[in-house]
T-cell receptor, first 115, second 114 residues
């Protein structure tokens, strides 16, 4: 049973560029959430997708956008990259629409470095 | 708004001993879930244990137990019989009812000494 898979593992981009990160949820999960984790801090919620719609969004600018496909996989896009966007980006999937008693299952993350 | 506070940036424990990692939370919701996750140096977050706000008994999962004190808004993680492989960062998180957003604390780095 495959868990959550993310690609790529590492990415180096230049300030001002755009990046797309990809995520495949755990089998049987219908909800995908994205988190940004700066070094030494806890993950910060970016947004959540369910039924191909953005259901909830954290305090992130519009430069951060996403998409969920019919097979539940998801993409995170970041435009006009800033140095401060350098972080570990975690994708998490859950079932039951991500209700409060449904734990998150995380991928290994994508380490984004902006130079 | 929800907030999670983990006041111990780093903790040390001797192998085979028990350790408690502190977590306090703040929310105006009546229904919510509390979670603990482990993050080894490899980066993957691993779900450890869950406690619902209406659960009367403390949750247990193998060597992990959650000391839930609702009136004090605390949800401490107890790891019994620590192992070297328990060395990692531990995050406390909560989710409100009806929404999937989880709020995380800043974590506690646990080091198990042989």
């Amino acid at each position: 049973d495959a868990g959550v898979t993310q690609s790529p593992t590492h990415l180096i981009k230049t300030r001002g560029q755009q990046v797309t990160l990809r995520c495949s949820p755990k089998s049987g999960h219908d909800t995908v959430s994205w988190y940004q984790q700066a070094l030494g801090q806890g993950p910060q919620f970016i947004f959540q997708y369910y039924e191909e719609e953005e259901r909830q969004r954290g305090n992130f600018p519009d430069r951060f956008s996403g998409h969920q496909f019919p097979n539940y996989s998801s993409e995170l896009n970041v435009n006009a990259l800033l140095l401060g966007d350098s972080a570990l980006y975690l994708c998490a999937s859950s079932r039951d629409q991500g209700t409060y008693n449904s734990p998150l299952h995380f991928g290994n993350g994508t380490r984004l470095t902006v130079t | 708004a929800q907030k999670i506070t983990q006041t111990q940036p780093g903790m040390f424990v001797q192998e085979k001993e028990a350790v408690t990692l502190d977590c306090t939370y703040d929310t105006s919701d009546q229904s919510y879930g509390l979670f603990w996750y482990k993050q080894p140096s490899s980066g993957e977050m691993i779900f450890l244990i869950y406690q619902g706000s209406y659960d009367e008994q403390n949750a247990t999962e193998g060597r992990y137990s959650l000391n839930f004190q609702k009136a004090r808004k605390s949800a401490n993680l107890v790891i019994s019989a620590s192992q070297l492989g328990d060395s990692a960062m531990y995050f406390c998180a909560m989710s409100p009812k009806g929404a999937g957003k989880s709020t995380f604390g800043d974590g506690t780095t646990l080091t198990v000494k042989p």
